[in-house]
């Protein structure tokens, strides 16, 4: 191809390096330095980096409130999220701010967290204290409320003031670590490491894991932030050598970086749920710490599960039976969650009280037991016996709910209160006497509300079929079904029977644990589960069947330990022990996490509301319905996990029910187990690629660094990055190639970078040969010039090439280009 003249003949008179001095003394002036450039240096900015300080702020405060996000699930609701906005926003940008301002940046830090402190001090939970505690330790009470409610459930953990309050607390406390590190320019990128907390916990503690697109925009956020840091730790004026970390300090810092972002991806994508056996012990975010309290969520699984043999309490009574103890009862099955009803109307009492009680005596015996505490007691509600109705040795206020016969005690009245004595009464009754008192009647009672009756939400039917089914073969099972009370008897029995299997781990690895429909769907089809199964499938069965029912919670009766005490005179620790008969006889009782269970109540006339077992292996049938003595047997009881065929057996005489029951299925959209390992690689590949092109912009910025500071390596980094801009497109200098030969042949084939080349040849040859050095005021056109160059040679390279010189820049490959850089490095450090 011939060129023009005038393009042929653009370096005249520069055909052999020997005439080089010459050519530089006939070559145009270097352009003239700006005025502005030779006066006096200006004073300090005011601002330093302000508008990238706010920005990388911003940046971080979106990543933190991205992963809180993801804890929706973890804690229901959204309530406890807006509370969470105004205190990251206003700690990441007022340590921002303040750090981009000269003379403030001491005071950024402290600022921030003077906000941290006024967003906790501020919370709806530390302004409703009633008692007469300092702040701090009406903040420690109300952490240990929180970690209460956050221990003995299973997530989703019910919304309260507490639970959002360690939320904030976690945040902000998270804001002020990542605000620390921000503050260093060579710990910078590990924000992510704090960053990644609450997606993890998200991960572990929820079906569903963190939320790709939490994570997504999280992952944006931290982008953005890393590219704004550059920007960050650079002084008004540019300085001579870079003050941002090392080139080792960032493949390292890099590298945890893609860790934690691959951990994070994995997290959303291999962890939901932990439901097939990662979590052992399921699903409480407290691990072993609090194993023995009794979850209020009919949740009971873990406590089970976690064989914890530490003793909650110990109690004496002088029955000859041990008695179940209530701390909460469940009226409401209608609703998703099944929970306690804290509206109920509340009778508030002070010390030693009898409670008025709607309750029939008839053919009961009275008892007294003496509850005990080791170390104190844990828990503000405080495990009753069924009826009971005198309480003495509470020290302080303590509420009573009439309805559910559950009482709570104030926090001063747990931290004052020893051990606790109480009367209740014990029902004795024959099966032909409750079965005469429910077909006769006995003493009038008020008729439970319409709650007790309702069954939940079930559009396709899907439930009622179940329970139909379940008591059809109930009923056929049974001698007669005619009153209320034999129909209970009937569910009873027949959840007992060898239909069913005693099972503490099947729930949680078939996915059913829990209580709500369509758990008690999933037990009833695959009949393995735990009291808490028992007693919900018992409690829907009789609102089904007609019969008002509710679901108690607390422990089922103690072990003995062996421990006697006899009272008399001088034996008797409590007022209602003195009445007791001297001589009587009180057996000790030990009462362990394991003992956590769940059974029904149901509403029968002339009984009130009657206690049942339907829990093979459990408690203790009561008198009125004791345990069937059929061909059958009892029910099967296994502690441990239970294969399909045996889990799914039925009676040899029943064709239908030997049928292998089947087993649920995967929840929807959840992901199959190669998603996780396809996600994790594709971030491997990513980070993998973007080392190369990282390297090479940051080799670039560095280089600018020092055009834009003139002086004698301003025109060698000139020379290294040029022939790197060629090397990436392609068009590699020779080892003996001199400037001016390169830019001619650069020149041969862009005609349209004919200025261009020009000003930067005459910048490099005028520095190498003459000292004639760039001024920093000529930085600016000439780092233009060398962006032209860039995109120009990168244009003309077709589509695949011009991918593969991005993410394979073939100028770090270059040895004669490393060579440069390692000796113009090792100057700059002599000088």
């Known amino acids: 191809m011939e060129h023009p003249p005038a393009a042929r003949q653009r370096f005249p008179g520069r055909r052999a390096r020997c005439l080089m001095s010459a050519t530089l003394h006939d070559s145009p002036a270097l352009p003239a330095p700006d005025p502005e450039s030779r006066r006096p240096a200006p004073a300090a900015p005011m601002t330093h980096n302000l508008l990238a300080r706010t920005a990388a702020a911003l940046c971080l405060a979106v990543a933190v409130l991205a992963g809180f996000a993801s804890l929706t699930g973890v804690v229901e609701g959204r309530a406890w999220f807006p509370a969470l906005v105004l205190p990251v926003l206003a700690i990441h940008l007022s340590a921002g701010v303040l750090r981009g301002i000269t003379g403030l940046r001491w005071v950024a830090y402290p600022v921030a967290m003077l906000v941290a402190l006024v967003a906790l001090v501020q919370h709806e939970a530390m302004l409703s204290t009633g008692y007469t505690l300092t702040g701090f330790q009406w903040f420690n009470a109300v952490l240990s409320e929180a970690a209460l409610q956050l221990s003995t459930q299973v997530p989703p953990v019910a919304y309260s003031r507490y639970v959002a309050f360690a939320i904030l607390v976690c945040a902000v406390a998270i804001s002020l670590l990542i605000e620390l590190l921000a503050s260093f320019r060579k710990v910078a990128l590990l924000v992510i490491a704090p960053l990644c907390f609450a997606p993890v916990v998200a991960s572990l503690f929820k079906q569903e894991g963190a939320g790709i697109w939490n994570l997504a925009l999280l992952l944006a956020a931290v982008l953005g932030y890393t590219a704004l840091l550059p920007y960050l730790f650079r002084g008004g004026q540019p300085p001579a050598h870079p003050k941002f970390p090392a080139p080792r300090q960032l493949g390292f810092l890099g590298a945890t970086a893609l860790v934690c972002i691959a951990a994070m991806l994995a997290a959303g994508f291999w962890m939901p749920g932990f439901r097939k056996g990662m979590f052992p012990e399921g699903i409480r975010p407290s691990g072993d710490l609090l194993a023995s309290n009794v979850d209020p969520l009919l949740t009971l699984g873990r406590d089970l599960r976690a064989n914890n043999g530490s003793t909650v309490l110990s109690y004496y009574t002088s029955s000859d039976k041990a008695p179940y103890l209530r701390t909460s009862v469940i009226e409401d099955l209608s609703q998703a969650r099944w929970e306690p009803n804290e509206a109920l109307p509340k009778d508030t009492y002070f010390g030693n009280t009898a409670m008025q009680e709607d309750f029939t005596t008839f053919n009961a015996n009275e008892q007294v037991a003496r509850l005990e505490w080791a170390n104190g007691i844990s828990s503000p509600v405080l495990p009753l016996p069924n009826r009971s109705y005198f309480v003495e040795g509470i020290v302080g206020n303590w509420n009573w709910v009439p309805e559910s016969s559950v009482a709570r005690l104030s926090g001063d009245a747990v931290a004052a209160t020893g051990d606790v004595s109480v009367a209740y009464s014990e029902l004795d009754l024959s099966p032909q006497m409750a079965r005469n008192l429910g077909f006769f009647g006995g003493v009038p009672q008020d008729e439970p509300g319409e709650v007790y009756r309702q069954l939940p939400e079930d559009p396709e039917n899907t439930l009622r079929t179940s329970l139909d089914g379940a008591l059809d073969e109930a009923y056929t099972d049974a001698d007669s079904t005619g009153s209320d009370f034999e129909k209970a008897v009937a569910i009873?029995?027949?959840?007992?029977?060898?239909?069913?299997?005693?099972?503490?781990?099947?729930?949680?690895r078939e996915g059913y644990d829990g209580a709500n429909k369509r758990v008690v769907e999933a037990f009833l089809e695959r009949r393995q589960g735990y009291c808490v199964h028992f007693a919900s499938a018992m409690a829907l069965m009789a609102r089904e069947a007609g019969i008002p029912s509710r679901i108690a919670v607390g422990y089922a009766p103690g072990k003995a330990n062996g421990k006697t005490v006899q009272v008399g005179k001088d034996t008797a620790e409590s007022e209602l022990e003195s009445r007791l008969e001297p001589g009587t006889k009180l057996t000790g009782y030990s009462v362990t996490g394991q003992q956590s269970h769940s059974w029904p109540e149901l509403y029968l006339q002339g009984l009130g509301w009657v206690p049942f077992e339907p829990t093979p292996g459990q408690g203790q049938p009561p008198s009125y319905a004791p345990q069937e003595t059929s061909t059958a047997g009892p029910a099967e009881f296994v502690d441990e996990e239970v294969p399909t065929d045996r889990a799914t057996q039925r009676p040899a005489e029943s064709p239908e029910a030997s049928a292998p029951a089947a087993a649920p299925q995967a929840a929807p959209g959840e992901p199959a187990n190669g998603w996780w390992a396809l996600a994790l690689l594709a971030v491997v590949v990513g980070g993998a690629l973007s080392l190369a092109p990282l390297r090479r912009r940051h080799l670039a910025r560095q280089r600018q660094m020092l055009i834009a500071a003139g002086g004698e390596p301003a025109a060698e980094a000139?020379?290294?990055?040029?022939?790197?801009?060629?090397?990436?497109?392609?068009?590699?200098?020779?080892?003996?190639?001199?400037?001016?030969?390169?830019?001619?042949?650069?020149?041969?084939?862009?005609?349209?970078?004919?200025?261009?080349?020009r000003r930067l040849e005459t910048a490099i040859q005028a520095s190498f040969y003459a000292s004639r050095h760039p001024e920093p005021g000529a930085a600016k056109q000439l780092v233009s010039d060398l962006q032209s160059v860039r995109a120009q040679l990168h244009l003309s390279l077709p589509l695949r090439a011009r991918l593969a010189a991005a993410l394979f820049p073939a100028s770090l490959r270059t040895a004669r280009l490393r060579r440069l850089d390692d000796s113009r490095a090792a100057r700059s450090t002599a000088s």
């Open 492 to 508: 009873q029995d027949f959840l007992r029977s060898r239909k069913f299997v005693y099972s503490e781990r099947t729930p949680l």
């Open 718 to 757: 000139l020379w290294v990055e040029l022939q790197a801009i060629g090397a990436d497109a392609g068009r590699r200098a020779g080892e003996q190639e001199s400037v001016s030969d390169y830019t001619r042949r650069l020149g041969d084939d862009f005609i349209g970078l004919d200025a261009e080349l």
